[in-house]
């Protein structure tokens, strides 16, 4: 018999960290009911909330509570409340960071897609948005020039990247992996034309390639791909990242879609655990007004039922139940700026969606 019972550490955090998690629980619930599961929550302390609490941005019972749990279900957190700490004591730095390189979450997938009925949130209407947009992300999140040698000198400063053969060829695979089960394509970005990291990048993953006949691979220039993916997003299935070139390239897949508020990421490691978070922060702008649009924290629960749980069927449900809510029109303002909906409305909607209601 298949496993039905999972351990979630819920880390909801700051600004509408908390808000739009209450609507993914909303949801979770619907789906232990539809599908006989059950999901064992525990909420614990994370960023600012745990610095007013605690004194620290990630408290040891926090990452015990995590390392105790199938999964973790994040929100977000920071605001202007702590930018001024050192800045491994700030927020995000002093949480996010330290869960990636504890749990290994060497792979971010995020997910950037334009919904027909909202193609004119896209910057690129009508032109590009009108022919739609289905993009899964795939990048290296542990290594590379965020966590190489770095210094300051008076008058310079140096930062190094470091790839080897094991990290380019692990985070391959996940990308070949998810172009089986999307449209077999991948394009694998790089500067081999320039930085001997993209040289050993590319052969790396041309290697892995010959085990995945079935997907076609591509490479590309960052720049190139850059200004592709403005000029026709159609052209990609899975885009394989190094951690730099998909931090750029994520967030104008982000900006293409249209509203931060819809897309969810997921941070893996190789055994299946995975956090799982909006692709957004945490939005003081709009906090405690119930007016966040909490898609991008459910289709984050939808990716956690997928990646770490192996529930599929479920995931994909969650998946259509934003679907017929945003055509039906159950959507936040900054979907819909005169929407008269908001947050816990969507959630509620999506819940009843699950349940048949
Ligand atoms: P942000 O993503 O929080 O907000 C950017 C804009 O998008 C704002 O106008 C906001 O209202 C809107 N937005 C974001 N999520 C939304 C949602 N669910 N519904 C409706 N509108 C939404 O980015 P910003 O303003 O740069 O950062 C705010 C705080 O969040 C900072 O303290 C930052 O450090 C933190 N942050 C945290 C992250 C995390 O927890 N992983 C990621 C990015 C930023
Ligand atoms: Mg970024």
Known sequence: ??????????????????????????????????F?????????????????????????Q???????????LFGSVGGPKWTGLAPDQQPERGSLLPLRKTFDLFCNLRP???????????PL??????????????????????????????DSAFDTQTYSKAEISRIARVAFEAAQKRSHKVTSIDKANVLQTSILWREVVTE??????????????????????????????????????????????AAIAGSMGLLPSAS??????????????????????????????ILSAALMLRYSFGLEEAAKAIEQAVQQCLQQGIVTRDIQPDSSYGTADVGSAIANAIAGA
């Open 268 to 297: 893996l490691n190789g055994s299946g655990f995975g956090l799982y978070e909006p692709a957004g922060g945490s939005a003081p702008d709009i906090a405690g007004k119930g007016i966040a649009n909490p898609i991008a924290q």
């Open 62 to 72: 926090t990452l015990s509570i995590c390392q105790q749990s199938d999964a973790i």
């Open 112 to 122: 950037g897609q334009i919904y027909p009925a909202f193609a004119d949130l896209s």
């Open 36 to 60: 006989g599961l059950t999901f064992e929550r525990t909420d614990a302390l994370v960023g600012g909330a745990a610095i007013d609490a605690v004194g620290q941005p990630l408290p040891p």
């Open 125 to 154: 209407h009508p032109r590009v948005s009108s022919q739609g947009m289905d993009v899964l992300c795939v990048r290296e999140l542990t290594g590379g020039i965020y966590f190489g040698e770095k210094g300051r000198g008076e």
């Open 208 to 253: 892995v390639a010959k085990d995945f006949p079935d997907v076609a691979l591509e490479h590309m220039y960052i720049d190139n791909a850059a200004m592709q993916l403005i000029r026709s997003p159609q052209q990609f299935d899975v885009l394989l990242c190094d951690n730099l070139f998909g931090d750029i390239l994520s967030d104008e897949l």
């Open 1 to 34: 018999m298949s496993q039905t019972r999972f351990k979630v550490a819920v880390l909801a955090g700051d600004g509408i960290g908390p808000e739009v998690m209450a609507e993914a629980h909303k949801v979770l619930n619907a789906v232990e009911a539809r």
